[in-house]
C-alpha cells in the first residue's frame, strides 16, 4: 500500500520529500502550474512503490504509509488519489 501525505501538510508544502522520491510521485511540484492552487503536496497510489525515503524527509511528519495513518486522518487516502484522477 502506498505511502499517503496528510493534514500537517497543509499550508506547508515543503518540497524536500519531491526531492528523495525514485518514482516522481508526489506533486505539484514548484514548477507545476497548480503548485500554487493546493494546499497540500499528494502521493500518487498508483505510482508510489511504498519506499518510505519521503518520510524521513519531511520537517513537518504527514507523511504516513496508508495503514498507520491516524484515524482523524484516513480521508487523506482519497484526497490523494483523487488528486490523480483529474
Request: net charge negative; proline share 8%.
Amino acid at each position: 500500500m502506498a505511502h499517503v501525505i496528510a493534514q500537517p501538510c497543509i499550508d506547508t508544502k515543503d518540497t524536500s520529500c519531491v526531492t528523495v522520491c525514485p518514482v516522481d510521485c508526489i506533486h505539484p511540484t514548484k514548477d507545476e502550474a497548480d503548485f500554487s492552487g493546493v494546499d497540500q503536496l499528494f502521493i500518487d497510489p498508483d505510482t508510489c512503490i511504498d519506499c518510505g525515503l519521503c518520510v524521513d524527509e519531511c520537517p513537518v511528519q504527514a507523511i504516513f504509509p496508508a495503514e498507520d495513518l491516524p484515524g482523524e486522518w484516513k480521508s487523506f487516502i482519497e484526497k490523494n488519489a483523487v488528486h490523480f484522477k483529474k
